[in-house]
């Protein structure tokens, strides 16, 4: 199965902000209710030990509340972490939302691009369910400029090009069904785009059969970089791990100098 770049609704400039926020803040509860990230958690942890920090600056973040049980395992072994949440479209009331249920989140208010981020921004660049968003040459950027900057960054996906994902991703409108009275803060429009006029079941449909048909298998993640310059200079690791209900594929790289 070719990796296919069709459009999300989430990608576009034109789709209102509160719908784009209603789909993420369901992805956010879904990854924090099934500990969607449990068998990562040591793969940062050595990462951000390795790399001789304890902050990770988050690229893509959506509202950011996805990260928060992901926050509260690490801890535990790094009690000085910091996650900065950085977005293209940043989402500020939901960022301080998460910020509310921990205080060690922060966040960038002006838009980041992946692609060039910011100097000021130190540490650990993490991708979460969002490298499949930017085409070979975008992504290539991405992972360039981590290289570039002499930083560590760690990507992973939760979902594959295969059937099984896309059949699972067939299933996600009972999901949202099921999930939208329980996701706080409660909003009387999440309610209305969920049960009323259905927007935000049929958006989570499309949109994850499309991430699902552009995720990068682990072949085409190597292939990203072997074609960075100076890539020589990493460690690279790549693979997938089974964790919580399903697969998380990962890619995690650090200078060898470090």
């Given at each position: 199965m070719k990796r296919v770049h069709l459009f999300e609704f989430g990608d576009q400039k034109w789709f209102p902000v509160f719908l784009?926020?209603?789909?993420?803040?369901?992805?956010?509860?879904l990854s924090n209710k099934t500990k969607m990230y449990k068998s990562i958690v040591p793969l940062l942890e050595d990462t951000l030990k390795i790399s001789?920090?304890?902050?990770?600056?988050?690229?893509?973040?959506?509202?950011?509340?996805g990260l928060l049980w992901l926050n509260s395992e690490i801890k535990k072994n790094i009690p000085g972490l910091k996650i900065v949440l950085t977005d293209f479209y940043p989402n500020i009331p939901a960022f301080r939302q998460t910020k509310m249920q921990s205080d060690n989140f922060e966040f960038y208010e002006q838009p980041v691009d992946a692609r060039k981020v910011p100097p000021e921004l130190k540490g650990l660049r993490t991708q979460f369910l969002s490298l499949h968003h930017f085409e070979p040459d975008d992504a290539k950027l991405i992972l360039q400029n981590a290289v570039d900057s002499n930083t560590p960054i760690a990507v992973f996906e939760a979902q594959e090009r295969s059937f099984p994902?896309?059949?699972?991703?067939?299933?996600?409108?009972?999901?949202?069904?099921?999930?939208?009275p329980f996701i706080k803060p409660f909003k009387t429009g999440?309610?209305?785009?969920?049960?009323?006029?259905?927007?935000?079941?049929?958006?989570?449909?499309?949109d994850g059969i499309v991430?699902?048909?552009?995720?990068?298998?682990?072949?085409?993640?190597?292939?990203?970089?072997?074609?960075?310059?100076?890539?020589e200079k990493y460690i690279w690791k790549i693979d997938r791990i089974k964790s919580g209900p399903g697969t998380i594929l990962y890619l995690i790289g650090y200078n060898k100098l470090i």
């Open positions: 784009r926020n209603y789909t993420t803040d369901f992805l956010q509860f001789k920090t304890e902050t990770i600056i988050d690229l893509a973040s959506g509202g950011g509340g994902s896309i059949i699972a991703m067939l299933l996600s409108p009972i999901s949202v069904i099921l999930t939208t999440r309610i209305i785009f969920t049960y009323i006029i259905p927007i935000v079941p049929i958006v989570v449909l499309w991430s699902s048909l552009r995720t990068y298998s682990t072949n085409e993640m190597q292939e990203l970089v072997d074609g960075l310059e100076n890539s």
